[in-house]
């Protein structure tokens, strides 16, 4: 899929080797008040990177034997999970300031994939 993507694209819909995901972003990892709210936007400061990390670590895992069980009746070779593009085809992203590290999440996949809930015959590498 193209990288070079930007709000509100339509991207096409879901298939059965495409799933699309946007991030639930309720209330996880940051507690301020509201005074605290009104003077990061009058500042225009960025605290919250650390929440969204959370958040998609926690939907991740979460989600994340759902989805794979669902690759697993495709063909895994084709299969793509897509974060930041609702179920309609179009791109809204999450709001994360700065360039995200995609090792967080493949770290996290690995731990999951490697842990004890997953019961297979299959090797753990080609499932990774």
Request: proline share 2%; aromatic share 14%; charged share 20%.
């Amino acid at each position: 899929m193209n990288t070079d993507l930007t709000y509100s694209d339509f991207v096409g819909l879901e298939t059965i080797d495409k799933e699309f995901k946007v991030p639930s972003m309720n209330h996880t990892g940051t507690e301020i008040s509201d005074e605290e709210a009104v003077n990061l936007i009058k500042t225009n400061r960025f605290i919250f990177n650390q929440a969204i990390i959370s958040n998609i670590l926690k939907s991740m895992k979460y989600y994340f034997l759902k989805y794979f069980t669902a690759f697993m009746n495709s063909d895994l070779k084709k299969s793509e999970l897509y974060y930041g593009i609702n179920d309609y085809g179009k791109v809204v992203g999450f709001p994360y300031q700065g360039n995200f590290n995609l090792s967080i999440i493949k770290k996290l996949f690995n731990q999951i994939i490697n842990g004890s809930d997953i019961q297979t015959c299959n090797p753990r590498k080609e499932l990774i």
